[in-house]
């Protein structure tokens, strides 16, 4: 599963950090980080954390 | 043999409490039909930006409708169609245009409307503007014109937040409400100062601890009279008086409907199986804190009742255990005000004393809200780096209170 953020879009509210933060975190500047690619074990995390961004920045892919 | 006709669980509301309840009904195995019932005439979409980002430059539906899950085609979407009435025994919603829907499960997804000031309040003269659909978007932005007098009544969240998106575009506001300090009710004193400091440098005037008399006057030369008899001049009203639940077709079921629709845990609602509630309608217990059910007017409340509430429905209608785990989702919210970012965990509003854990208020800060030695809400004011610890660490003392603040 790949996952892509659109970072022009993002205004690091950081609720993906919270539903899935193994794959997205906060640097400390505030910005998000996140892997690129996760496992199919965290596919509803990822899915939770992409439902849960205020700015619709994330996408799944695969 | 005929083919029995297919069940049918009906969606009273569509906008994010309703999609994603749709989508999690579908998804997790409904192989019946959803209606869903939208009161707007458009596909559901994402609400905070109508009075930040969207405001500004103007709203864009395209920018603003959610990414929808594939499942959430297979449902019947009427838009522009309203419940007006509900019979939880018979299991029927009746339509505005008179018609029936018969159901086998009902979720109350209708959220809320703006508040109004109240009719004895003379403004009949002219409302002004409320923010809630992006239609309200659309036409306060149209007004927010360099220069433009902005009268903003209330100053909560949806108040200070328009506040200071026209102060951004370049307009004079002078906002009234009748509390002591900005958003004083949820957050509290202390820190409504810290924020009122905020708007008052870049240039927000605050008229407080006064109540409308009466409006006069209209678009392009209102007057606001206010109780302690003075008045406020401006082009531009908005009203940002907090918002009602809309559960009047509800009514007749002897459903405790006095601030949302009281469910239990699971959301059902009206004691029995077969109808549940989501969102910012829905009045559940929240064993985080206590048993007193409230409503939670916040971004995830839509997501987490919606899966929660999907899954209690569908146990119910198969006959099945529902999950025996207490539902304890943590609220939480942010407001964006000029460069400053106010981030919300928890219920602050339960407090009875704040504390500040990290930082101060003139710059950036951690505030604890506690009810006794309980924290039971945390807010950071401009610190979104430390968001995430300080949500882990609001959870952990939620269960065990002998958790302790590492800053």
């Known amino acids: ?62 | 043999m005929s083919t029995p006709p297919a069940r049918r669980i009906v969606v009273v509301g569509g906008s994010l409490g309703g999609l994603r309840v749709t989508e999690a009904l579908l998804a997790g195995g409904w192989d019946g039909e959803v209606v869903v019932l939208s009161a707007e005439p458009h596909v559901p979409y994402t609400r905070p930006p109508l009075s930040k980002a969207a405001l500004a430059d103007g709203p864009d539906l395209a920018t603003l409708a959610f990414k929808q899950r594939p499942e959430a085609a297979r449902a019947e979407w009427r838009f522009g169609s309203r419940a007006v009435a509900a019979d939880l025994a018979a299991r029927t919603v009746t339509l505005a245009d008179g018609g029936t829907l018969a159901y086998d499960g009902l979720v109350a997804a209708t959220g809320v409307r703006p508040r109004r000031l109240p009719a004895r309040i003379d403004h009949s003269a002219g409302a002004g503007h409320v923010v809630r659909t992006i239609e309200d978007c659309r036409a306060l932005h149209a007004e927010l014109r360099p220069g433009a007098r902005v009268v903003v009544i209330g100053a909560g969240f949806i108040g200070c937040e328009v506040a200071a998106t026209a102060t951004g575009l370049g307009c004079h506001v002078t906002v009234v409400a009748v509390d002591e300090s900005p958003m004083l009710v949820p957050l509290g004193r202390a820190v409504g100062d810290a924020v009122r400091a905020r708007h008052e440098r870049a240039g927000v005037a605050f008229r407080l601890g006064v109540s409308v008399a009466s409006v006069s006057g209209t678009r392009g030369a209102y007057s606001v009279a206010l109780s302690d008899g003075t008045s406020v001049k401006g082009d531009v009203l908005v009203q940002c008086v907090g918002s009602a639940p809309c559960v009047e077709w509800l009514e007749g079921n002897g459903l405790d409907l006095t601030d949302g629709v009281v469910t239990d845990n699971r959301l059902r609602l009206g004691g029995g199986t077969g109808a549940v509630a989501v969102g910012d309608v829905a009045r559940f217990p929240n064993p985080l804190f206590d048993d007193v059910p409230r409503r939670i007017e916040h971004w995830q409340t839509p997501l987490e009742t919606a899966r929660r509430a999907a899954a209690t429905l569908l146990a119910d209608l198969a006959g099945t255990e529902a999950d025996p785990v207490p539902f304890t989702p943590l609220p939480s919210f942010w407001s964006d005000q000029y460069d400053l970012r106010l981030q919300s965990f928890g219920v602050p509003g339960l407090a009875d004393r704040t504390e500040v854990l990290e930082g101060d208020l003139e710059g950036q800060a951690v505030v604890g809200y506690f009810r006794g030695e309980q924290l039971v809400g945390a807010l950071l004011l401009g610190l979104p780096r430390r968001a995430a610890a300080v949500r882990k660490h609001l959870l952990a003392s939620l269960t065990d209170p002998a958790a302790t603040y590492a800053a």
């Open chain 1, 1 to 62: 599963m790949r996952i892509n953020v659109d970072l022009a879009l993002c205004q690091n509210y950081g609720q993906c950090v919270f539903a899935a933060p193994d794959v997205f975190d906060l640097d400390d500047a505030g910005e998000l980080v996140y892997q690129a690619s996760a496992e199919e074990t965290a596919r509803a995390d990822v899915e939770a954390a992409a439902m849960a961004c205020p700015v619709q920045a994330i996408t799944i892919e695969g």
